[in-house]
Nanobody, 123 residues
């Protein structure tokens, strides 16, 4: 059983930056692709980005390309989401996710979810 715990959310002004972290535990978590989803108030949960176990393949939603960067070190705190040039429309609960591949994660084929961390971007 993989457990995912997010941290780093908070309140930031538009144009600012935040860095989210996802700590994973479990016997086989290192073999999974991992990613981030978000859910804004009144909207469906949507894919943000994902990365393979090796970091060799990364995918981003068009809405965050060039502003967000996903990384992974597979050590104690294996995944990060650096968010720059934040906009009010980035306000959402951000969820860490694990799945079998980047492609499956993009298609919402998630095996494990974290509980989420709230990001609020004030305009």
């Amino acid at each position: 059983q993989v457990q995912l715990v997010e941290s780093g959310g908070g309140l930031v002004q538009a144009g600012g930056s935040l860095r989210l972290s996802c700590a994973a535990s479990g016997p086989t978590f290192s073999s999974y692709a991992m990613g981030w989803f978000r859910q804004a108030p009144g909207k469906e949960r949507e894919f943000v980005t994902a990365i393979t176990w090796t970091g060799g393949s990364i995918d981003y939603a068009n809405s965050v390309k060039g502003r967000f960067t996903i990384s992974r070190d597979n050590a104690e705190n294996p995944m990060y989401l650096q968010m720059n040039s934040l906009k009010a429309e980035d306000t959402a609960v951000y969820y860490c996710a694990a799945g079998t591949s980047v492609q499956r994660l993009r298609a919402a084929g998630v095996l494990y979810w974290g509980k989420g961390t709230l990001v609020i971007v004030s305009s």
